[in-house]
């Protein structure tokens, strides 16, 4: 059954980019608290790195969504992979096959997807235990990411992973955006932000809370985000 829309009440899109990129540094900063169990903050840096991975998925979705295609449909380039996204935007724009891949910007996010990846696919994990001269027990054989030097078994991350990671979000994205699409900082924003197609009759905020609540992490983190307007952290979308 359908309902009839008010057309006063105003359409928005949404972008989720900075939903989740702000709650992976909120988890990040809670790892770095003092007294947290060990498994905790594990559990604390591995969703942080998932979510910064989530917050590039959201972004190249974004990108793709901007796209006007012809021929092939939408749902047909919304399967490539994350860096796939980002190529074929790089191509609308500049009509060069692909950007530099073996940079170390676009090394580092390789390692952040094969991070996620290895989390959500199941297999079974065979781990030959060793004890040193001291008989403590140790894990010989824990897989590292070629780059990040990410562990691929959670519970060994460290703290300085989960901002490592979030560092190599933020520069591959400046890299992209400004040097790479050659975009203005006003054009990522309207595509990384909340952003009006009709006006509502009420203000609506264009980022969530956690955005403006971890601004103090994100700087204590050396997360610049040079790529966007950090003016409407705090903003609502209004018809004024």
Known sequence: MSEDI???????????FLDFFAEAVYFAD????????????ATLIKTSILYGVFSLEAAANALINSISFVGKGKSEFDRLPILGKFALYYFSR????????GCNEVQAIDDLIKFRDDQVHSYLLHHFLEKDDKGQVRFPDINRTNHL???????????????VSLKAIDSFLEKFFLEWCDMSVSEITEHLFH?????PTTAFPMTRPVASLVE?????MGLRLNFLDR?????RLTDG
């Open 6 to 16: 008010d057309d006063d009440a105003g359409r928005i899109i949404f972008n989720r």
């Open 30 to 41: 809670l790892a770095e608290g003092e007294n947290v169990q060990a498994e905790i903050k």
């Open 94 to 101: 500049s009509r060069k096959m692909d950007f530099d891949r």
């Open 149 to 163: 030097d990410l562990p691929l078994v959670p519970y060994f991350l460290k703290s300085e992973d989960a901002a």
């Open 195 to 199: 952003r009006l197609v009709t006006a």
């Open 216 to 220: 103090s992490a994100m700087d204590r």
């Open 231 to 235: 003016h409407p952290f705090n903003a």
